[in-house]
């Protein structure tokens, strides 16, 4: 007897599809991804690793993408290969884009097991313990070249433990970058903060915003903290004790809380790492501090807009003029790297032959024991670019107005966990924001950095 | 049947929604063509090209200076790998909490999604000391590895909720006509269950191309990079981001998955809303 009763099929959609169907669509489909364009041999067994290794050693290096694509051209085909040549070494340098650099070095420091060198764009004593006393490599480098920079000095040595926790091979002066047209059309020029403060209404009603940031992230950092040394504010002091709740630190506050009310952008809450190229680029802002990132883009991308941009030092305020470093490279060596006396060496001999990296960065990257390149000033002046001779100022900056983070101090390990936190930027932003006054914001902070010192204390490394 | 002002009356609520939904997708597409000079110039925005504009540089410099090819293959091998692990593992574990499990299962079914919302920026850690400590650093097989820690307890819970809504009267008959508890699952329950497990492999696969933590911390070498972390290393170089090439790069993988949900789009719905009907 046949069962003519209609069945009920709980998967019938609308449109009908056979298994058959389903299998040859999942077969071609799966064909096309895997094999389609990339080679069947090298899509299923992946890239040989050790394609056409004929050196002895190896090294393995970790750093950022160098924001002139140039630069790791250099570094990871030239220089790196003819080292590697000459040393017997094959050297395998590795990118991650700087943001989530800090976040690698943590996987590798956890795992106990990654690069031989790994490099920061800020010094990183709390893993002092983790790595070697970089004593070493800078002991060579004096040898050969005199003194490191004062302001690497106390970026990567602890005088607590009398330990070298990185060896920064370079930093990047922070000039600001500023609208030369913009400027001249409100009649003035940033070289102070009052004056900033004053053209800053101006400028913002000619929609050109001031662009200093407020926010969790790494310029927001480095611009607020270099605007409250020129107002006499200071984290800490030479001995390491938090001097934070002064009368400078609330002037630096207030100001900063009127610069923006009168000339800024809520935009700057928000600020990323790149929104001073971004927002500079767009051709809205009208000044922002910031590395030669900025006009070194417009170059290649804007022309007519890097003939306006300009470069001065960091404008002077009550206290002076006193500036920070834009970034400080600093490269670490593991206790539990492989090749720790290669690692060595090669840190060594880059740094005592820094011309082609100071080149190739288009200027940005400083070395840090400045008789490693010869005629910077010259150098700087050849550089072809409109307004000629822009450059030129960076010599100045950096002798003059570069210091470290945490100065009159050292970067030590408590300056070093408030810099990850951002509470520098936080204070400013409630500030800013109206949440507190500029009293109240002085005393609450200096009670928390109190608390990273005291705790950094306890461990013995300030 | 449905009238002309119903009609109507449904563009006009899915409408709205379809142009926001839609605009992110036409914005890295146009984005992925405009030149340098014109990517900043706001009086462009949003439709507009300007000088140097529409411009297929973009995708150029993609193809032929970055290795964005091995990204692609590489993530796609590791999709299609860890889709056909989660397979062998969810489905008799789906199975089984849905039958087998008596009142057990849902708890423990609950449970295990539960391991699934343990987020990976937590994990990390741990997971990379276990990852170098079997000499996995650097390579694929990291990824395959621990990828379906995610994918297997989400594509479990999704298909104990399919295999719920499917009438054990099915099997009991089976049984019944002599087939052994395997060959009910092979021959009746999971040739029903296709809705459910397409969307538990597209699931799946989307989560793997999603993942940018894991990826970050298992690998650096270039040749070994997925999509996720390739262009964020390649594409964003200090604080210059090349937004028209990440556009690009970005927009690419997203087109075969919109074609391939868009496919198997009503068996997707089935099999998503299987379990809620119950």
Redo the contacts between chains.
């Keep these: 007897m046949s069962d003519d009763r209609p069945r009920v ?3 019938r ?3 009908e ?1 056979t ?1 058959r169907d ?1 299998l040859r ?1 999942a077969a071609t ?2 064909i096309v ?2 094999y389609g ?2 080679g069947v041999r ?3 067994a ?2 040989p ?1 050790f394609r056409g290794k004929e050196l002895k050693g190896t090294l393995r290096i ?1 750093q ?6 140039a630069y ?1 051209q250099w570094f990871d085909n030239v220089y790196t290969k003819r080292w590697g040549q000459a040393n017997d070494t094959d050297v ?1 340098v ?7 650099l800090p ?2 070095v ?3 420091a ?6 031989d060198l790994v490099a920061l764009l800020a010094p990183a004593p709390q893993y002092e313990d983790r790595v070697i006393d970089h004593k070493e490599i800078v002991q060579e480098v004096q040898r050969k070249r005199g003194k490191m920079i004062d302001v690497c000095y106390r970026s990567a040595y602890n005088p607590k433990t009398k330990k070298w926790h990185g060896f920064p091979d370079f930093y990047a002066p922070d000039p600001i970058n500023y609208r030369t047209d913009l400027w001249a059309q409100v009649g003035s020029k940033p070289t102070t903060w009052d004056r900033v403060l004053k053209a800053a209404p101006k400028l913002r009603a000619m929609g050109h915003p001031i662009g200093i940031g407020m926010s969790n992230e790494i ?1 927001s950092n480095m611009a607020l903290m270099a605007l409250m040394m020129c107002f006499g504010s200071f984290i800490q002091n030479g001995k390491a004790r938090v001097t934070l709740n002064t009368k400078a630190t609330r002037d630096a506050l207030k100001f900063a809380r009127d610069l923006f009310q009168k000339g800024m952008s809520n935009e700057i809450f928000a600020w990323t ?2 929104s ?3 927002a500079f ?4 802002l009208s000044l922002a501090l ?1 590395a030669i ?1 900025i006009p070194r ?1 417009a170059e ?3 022309p007519d807009l890097a003939k306006n941009i300009g470069l001065l030092p960091i404008p002077k305020g009550p206290h002076g003029r006193l500036g920070l470093e834009h970034v400080m490279h600093t490269y670490m060596i593991w206790k539990f790297a492989s090749n720790k006396k290669t690692a060595v060496k090669f840190m060594a001999e880059l740094e005592l032959k820094y011309r082609g990296a100071f080149e190739a960065s288009k200027f940005y990257n400083f070395a840090s024991f400045p008789k490693s390149v010869q005629n910077v000033p010259v150098r700087l002046a050849r550089d072809p670019h409109t307004p000629k001779g822009k450059y030129k100022i960076l010599n100045t900056i950096s002798d003059k107005y570069t210091k470290n983070v945490g100065y009159p101090g050292f970067t030590n390990a408590a300056i070093g966990e408030l810099f990850d936190k951002f509470l520098i930027p936080q204070m400013f932003a409630e500030v800013a924001q109206g949440k507190r006054s500029p009293d109240d914001a002085a005393r609450d902070y200096q009670r928390r950095v109190n608390a990273i010192f005291s705790k950094w204390r306890k461990l013995g490394k300030i | 049947m449905i009238t002309t002002r119903e009609k109507l009356l449904s563009y006009a609520v899915l409408g709205p929604f379809a142009i926001v939904l839609a605009f992110p997708f036409y914005w890295m597409l146009w984005t992925s063509f405009k030149s340098d000079i014109d990517l900043y110039n706001v009086n462009d925005v949003p439709f507009g090209f300007g000088k140097g504009s529409p411009t297929t540089r973009n995708y150029g410099f993609l193809f032929h200076h970055t290795e964005y090819l091995t990204w692609v293959r590489n993530t796609v091998l590791v999709g299609v790998v860890v889709v056909v692990i989660t397979l062998a593992l969810a489905l008799p574990a789906g199975y089984a909490l849905a039958r087998l499990a008596g009142r057990w299962g849902q708890s423990l079914g609950v449970g295990i999604f539960l391991t699934y919302l343990v987020p990976p920026t937590l994990l990390f850690l741990p997971m990379s000391w276990v990852i170098a400590h079997i000499g996995l650093q650097d390579r694929l097989l990291s990824l395959i590895l621990v990828f379906p820690s995610f994918t297997v307890p989400f594509a479990t819970w999704l298909l104990m909720g399919f295999f719920k809504t499917i009438p054990a009267e099915l099997e009991d008959a089976a049984l019944v006509d002599g087939a052994s508890r395997l060959q009910t699952l092979l021959r009746v329950v999971f040739p029903i269950s296709v809705p459910g497990i397409l969307t538990a492999v597209i699931f799946s696969f989307s989560l793997v191309l999603n993942d940018f933590v894991y990826a970050l911390a298992f690998i650096t070498t270039s040749k070994e990079k997925t999509i996720s972390t390739g262009v964020f290393t390649e594409l964003i170089r200090g604080d210059v981001f090349f937004w028209q090439g990440l556009m690009a790069a970005t927009l690419i993988p997203t087109i075969p998955l919109a074609l391939l949900y868009n496919l198997f789009l009503n068996r997707f719905i089935a099999g998503f809303t299987g379990g809620a009907f119950r």
């Design positions: 099929d709980i998967t959609v609308d449109d599809l298994r389903l669509r489909g799966a991804l895997v364009g990339f090298k899509a299923v992946g890239a690793q970790l950022w993408s160098h924001f002139v694509p790791d395998i590795d990118h991650v884009n700087q943001a989530d976040g690698r943590a996987a590798e956890a795992a106990g097991k990654g690069h310029d790492a790149a001073n190229n971004q680029l767009a051709g809205r910031n990132s883009s290649s991308t804007n």
